[in-house]
């Protein structure tokens, strides 16, 4: 079994910056594949980044631009730096993982391609 835990979330200001770190534990001996999934209030998970362990990485178009997903794999965490960031943006933010990555998961983000996930943290950002 897989354990993620979550941290660095926070509040700040419209175009402020934050980071968020995400360190797995457990039987970690192969996650192919991990991302950032949020939720805000009301609306549905999404995915934001995705990064394969061999660096490739994918990015939802509200992120594009803003957010950087990094892996560290010897240390097994991940990270997502974010900057210039919107009242959008508020929500819960996920860590996931899976030791596959499925072929074309790089066209879309699925919450469905992930076995593994962390309980969140809260982003908040005020305009």
């Known amino acids: 079994h897989v354990q993620l835990v979550e941290s660095g979330g926070g509040s700040v200001q419209s175009g402020g910056s934050l980071r968020l770190s995400c360190a797995a534990s457990?039987?970690?001996?192969?996650?192919?594949?991990m991302a950032w999934f949020r939720q805000a209030p009301g609306k549905t998970r999404e995915g934001v980044a995705g990064?394969?362990?061999?660096?490739?990485?994918n990015y939802a178009d509200s992120a594009k631009g803003r957010f950087t997903i990094s892996r560290d794999n010897a240390k097994n965490i991940l990270y997502l730096q974010m900057v210039s960031l919107l009242p959008d943006d508020t929500a819960t933010y996920y860590c996931?993982?899976?030791?596959?990555?499925?072929?074309?998961?790089?066209?879309?983000?699925?919450?469905?391609?992930?076995?593994?996930w962390g309980q969140g943290t809260q982003v908040t950002v005020s305009s």
């Open positions: 990064i394969e362990v061999d660096g490739t990485t």
């Open positions: 457990g039987a970690t001996e192969r996650l192919d594949l």
């Open positions: 996931a993982a899976n030791r596959v990555a499925r072929v074309g998961w790089w066209f879309r983000l699925l919450a469905a391609d992930f076995t593994y």
